[in-house]
């Protein structure tokens, strides 16, 4: 099992005037985020426009990251979808691919119950091996992960960690109380709360700013992990 902590990158994908992905870009920015320490890097998320790649673009992306970066750090895989079905697709093609880590956004557009989120991820869970890091982004995905269903998701093996980009840290300090720190890791998608977050018992963030400030990033952890909060908070 991979241990999901620390500063994770939410790499771009770049790409060219014709928006073709650019692999050569693609590569340096994997080795540039590896170069400053980050703890796992993580394509096809919000910052990797994950919704405007295809399917064959998404498996590109994946097995690109996968070869760069040869083991040396976890990578994680945006797969999330509107619908259950093609989210276990594109969670078997990263497997396949050979991801780490799956980040699955919530079921968005159409409005979800609790409920029907909840079976939306058991059925993910149960479709693939890989450990999965569930993404609560409300304000783009229109349906939120409340709580106590990331309290029941939590006791299937491999639902493994839950990111919050709500900007509501009341909801992550829930994530954190409802859960087993040992067990599952609660990470903010939010930077400005990555530091406040692993005072309150939370395993690190997905960040944005690694993009372009990866040092800084990983230093406020770092400074964090050695007891020094206030040169962590300098930051």
């Not at 994946?62 to 093609?86: L, M, N, S």
């Not at 954190?176 to 067990?183: A, M, Q, R, S, V």
Request: a negative charge.
């Amino acid at each position: 099992m991979v241990d999901i902590k620390g500063i994770i990158s939410a790499n771009v994908t770049p790409m060219d005037a014709n928006e073709d992905i650019n692999e050569k870009e693609l590569r340096n920015h994997v080795n540039r985020s590896l170069a400053a320490g980050v703890d796992g890097v993580f394509c096809l998320g919000t910052n990797g426009e994950a919704y405007a790649l295809n399917k064959e673009e998404k498996k590109f992306v994946i097995e690109t990251f996968v070869d760069e970066v040869k083991g040396r750090v976890p990578v994680y895989a945006g797969t999330g979808a509107a619908t259950t079905r093609e989210t276990i697709e594109l969670s078997k093609i990263a497997e396949a691919a050979g991801a780490d880590v799956l980040s699955v956004v919530a079921p968005f557009f159409a409005a979800a119950s609790q409920q029907e989120i909840y079976n939306h991820y058991e059925a993910i869970a149960k479709s693939v091996d890989l450990p999965i890091v569930m993404y609560n982004i409300p304000a783009r995905a229109g349906n939120a992960i409340a709580p106590e269903t990331v309290q029941r998701l939590a006791q299937l093996d491999n639902i493994v960690g839950v990111k919050d980009s709500s900007g509501n840290f009341d909801n992550i300090l829930q994530y954190i109380e409802l859960t087993d720190p040992k067990e599952f890791a609660v990470l903010s998608g939010n930077d400005s709360l990555i530091l406040w977050t692993l005072q309150a018992g939370g395993a690190g963030g997905i960040t944005a700013v690694a993009n372009l400030l990866p040092e800084i990033m990983v230093s406020i952890y770092s400074k964090f992990l050695e007891g020094d909060f206030q040169g962590a908070k300098a930051f």
